[in-house]
């Protein structure tokens, strides 16, 4: 199963995600490539983080899942590596990738992650390192891919509380593995 977590810059996906497979057995992390800059104190691991040459040779060889250019970067999702096991893949992907998976995947599930406000995400994004100009630009477009957000998703989660917002996802995840639509 594929578990798409979609969202603006600053609500919190990434952490959620990270959460989220630690506490639930069964689910992996896909690591996405970009070819941004690492930001400062960001863990490399957060990315694979590789220049635009490679980034595009990896998708011509059809590497990816799904790919986007934002705010003048590269960012993908490879194809996944399945070695058997059954595991459930969470993405942690923009509206224009989760679109792409929806294409390819019509029971993914998808859920869209909200901050509980403007300002929340504003900090968010501040506190990553994020420069005012990026954060600006950030925040000028996030309703409008809130608003393709929540046309593409099974569910929306306000990321208000990270122990509550992980455990509604855990819930939804939970009740796709029992058989119940979500």
Do not use: C
């Not at 459930?88 to 901050?115: C, H, K, Y």
Request: overall charge negative; proline content about 4%.
């Amino acid at each position: 199963m594929l578990i798409v977590l979609l969202g603006a810059g600053g609500v919190g996906k990434g952490t959620m995600a990270r959460r989220l497979v630690a506490d639930e057995p069964g689910l992996v992390l896909s690591r996405s490539w970009t070819t941004r800059s690492r930001r400062p104190g960001e863990d490399e691991s957060s990315y694979r983080f590789v220049d635009r040459a490679r980034f595009e040779a990896h998708l011509a060889a059809g590497g990816f899942l799904e790919h986007d250019e934002f705010l003048g970067n590269l960012y993908g999702t490879p194809v996944p590596e399945r070695d058997g096991e059954a595991d459930d893949l969470v993405l942690e992907i923009n509206v224009a990738g989760a679109e792409q998976v929806r294409a390819l995947d019509p029971e993914a599930v998808v859920i869209l992650v909200v901050p509980p406000d403007r300002a929340t995400q504003r900090a968010r994004l501040q506190g990553r390192g994020d420069d005012d100009e990026h954060i600006e630009r950030r925040l000028a477009i996030a309703a409008e891919e809130e608003a393709v957000g929540r046309r593409l998703a099974a569910a929306v989660v306000v990321n208000d509380h990270l122990e509550r917002a992980v455990a509604e996802v855990a819930g939804i995840v939970h009740a796709r593995r029992a058989g119940q639509v979500s």
